[in-house]
């Protein structure tokens, strides 16, 4: 069984910085694309970007493309969100999620395990 923990949330003013990391128990993680995803109040939850096992392919969202990197370390069973430049509107919870089959997806429906959240509030 997995289980993904995030960290790293908090409150940033506008143009700020957060790094976000979700580490994760079980040997299963490393040949799984993970991802990342955040759901604001009374909103659905959104894709924000995932991360192939091997961390060669990156796929974003096209509302943090350029903003936001995510990665991973294969040998600490983490991946990470490093979120630049961040808007009021990014604020969220954000959730890790591993993928439950292969290839790439951005539908929630497709991830199996899921984090807790960690809360992210971009304000002034």
């Known amino acids: 069984q997995v289980q993904l923990v995030e960290s790293g949330g908090g409150l940033v003013q506008p143009g700020g910085s957060l790094r976000l990391s979700c580490a994760a128990s079980g040997r299963t993680f490393t040949t799984y694309f993970m991802g990342w995803f955040r759901q604001a109040p009374g909103k659905e939850r959104e894709f924000v970007a995932a991360?192939?096992?091997?961390?060669?392919?990156?796929y974003y969202a096209n509302s943090v493309n350029g903003r936001f990197t995510i990665s991973r370390d294969n040998a600490k069973n983490t991946v990470y969100l490093q979120m630049n430049r961040l808007k009021p509107e990014d604020t969220a919870v954000y959730y890790c999620?591993?993928?439950?089959?292969?290839?790439?997806?951005?539908?929630?429906?497709?991830?199996?395990?899921w984090g807790q959240g960690t809360q992210v509030i971009v304000s002034s």
């Open positions: 991360i192939n096992w091997r961390a060669d392919s990156t």
């Open positions: 999620a591993r993928r439950s089959g292969p290839g790439y997806s951005a539908h929630p429906q497709d991830y199996s395990h």
